[in-house]
């Protein structure tokens, strides 16, 4: 009996595996939300992949034509119905997959398995609904149309025994009529094995970044603070002294400000690499303070090149409109050894709201060691707004670490 060609035969196996892998996993990704990020990136690469094979697949079917129909009548109709249809659904699944990334409020860049970027479609964000639509029946097609395809299989097979199935195996060989078939299977079960676990509902709850206490999130004029008299009365009888001007600190290269926001029991930290502080402050006054930190919101990074990506757009932090985030605070308390708390105000994507850091001081002479937390509720800032930032916790933990040196 004559077969396909080899080219076609590796190819239609290769092409049900990734089928079935895709299947598995389409199924689980909605629910997954914030968790399932790297395998929905995963899922537009694996759908790439098999719009490629399929052109393919298509271009041999030109150059090495099929072997002739062993039936005709009905069944061989409906044999030749659903063979047109599969094509149609691996064309078609993987086009409106990507018209459906393409239109979506949140950009979120393609890298196909990592490493070449798939541009976006030009299509207007009005067609996302008929994208989302269309993915999602062109699924259920395909579910349907390989039941048939795999029924047809088994018919011929099993009832008529006419060795129909032999023509898509390379040779008479019964470990490769086993094994090709079980590529299929291996596919799907892949699929559900690599579905991240479902986190327990306690660990989804707590945040999983360390952050400050609570009353840092409160307006300062709320707040209950600690007994401080003695640093007070200390405070009152330094003021009676004559001063000179605060003197000024100049940061050095080698700081960090990094973040980091619980995810689903998970944790996403990132820094920023762009930012600049201006520091006034007379360390036996702390209430001469001035300080002010420029933030470059562009130059956030979490190190996954799909997340960064992300980070620039309206759902997190609009650098288009909004580039930088600023904190400015007059004056600072001393609540502790070498321990401040500053209290002012943090403008973050066109939102000013009070804010509150803590820090504290290390060293001698004209250099100081300065390490600090903030927690900022990024819902007063309209932060992560979208689908895919459902599973974020509400506080993101602020850190920063730097030296500074005294000016003369």
């Known amino acids: 009996m004559p077969r396909y060609s080899l080219a076609a035969i590796i190819l239609h196996w290769a092409i049900a595996a990734l089928l079935a892998f895709q299947i598995s996993v389409g199924w689980a990704l909605e629910d997954l939300g914030a968790r399932g990020f790297a395998l929905y990136q995963l899922h537009k690469s694996v759908g790439i992949a098999i719009l490629t094979l399929t052109l393919l697949r298509i271009g041999i079917c030109y150059w090495k034509p099929r072997p002739a129909k062993l039936e005709g009548g009905w069944q061989g ?39 070449i970027p798939l541009p976006h479609l030009p299509l207007p964000a009005s067609a996302h609904g008929l994208a989302e639509g269309g993915h999602g029946l062109m699924a259920w097609l395909g579910i349907t149309l390989v039941l048939l395809h795999v029924a047809g299989a088994l018919r011929h097979h099993l009832l008529m025994r006419d060795g129909l199935i032999w023509r898509m195996i390379p040779n008479r060989s019964t470990a490769l009529l086993v094994g090709l078939p079980a590529l299929i299977l291996l596919g799907f079960a892949l699929g559900r094995v690599i579905l991240p676990a479902t986190a327990p509902v306690e660990a989804a709850a707590a945040p999983s970044a360390p952050v ?17 008299s003695a640093v007070a009365n200390e405070t009152v009888a330094q003021e009676e002294e004559p001063m000179g001007p605060p003197p000024a600190w100049t940061v050095q290269p080698g700081g960090r400000i990094g973040f980091a926001v619980g995810n689903d029991g998970q944790t996403i930290s990132g820094s920023f690499a762009k930012w600049t502080a201006a520091i006034v402050m007379d360390l036996d ?10 933030i470059d919101m562009a130059s956030a990074s979490v190190g996954d090149a799909y997340q960064d990506g992300m980070l620039p757009g309206d759902e997190f932090f609009a650098v288009a ?16 050894a070498n321990a401040y708390r500053a209290s002012g105000t943090l403008s973050l994507k066109g939102v000013s709201k009070p804010q509150t850091i803590r820090f504290t001081l290390s060293g001698e002479g004209a250099t100081r060691k300065v390490t600090g937390t903030a927690t900022i509720a990024r819902a007063a800032f309209d932060v992560g707004n979208g689908d895919s ?7 993101v933990a602020v850190t920063f670490a730097f030296t500074a040196k005294r000016k003369p």
């Open 77 to 115: 109709a409906l044999a030749s119905t659903v063979h047109a249809g599969l094509y149609a659904f691996m064309l078609g699944a993987p086009l409106t997959g990507w018209a459906l990334v393409s239109t979506a409020k949140v950009k979120v860049p393609t890298l196909i398995f990592g490493v």
């Open 212 to 228: 400050a206490q609570p009353e840092e999130l409160v307006p300062v004029a709320n707040v209950t603070e600690p007994d401080n």
């Open 285 to 294: 006054h702390p209430e001469t303070a001035d300080i002010r930190v420029s």
């Open 321 to 336: 409109a909004h580039p930088t985030a600023t904190f400015t605070a007059k004056g600072a308390e001393k609540t502790g």
């Open 389 to 395: 930032s459902g599973s974020l916790a509400p506080n």
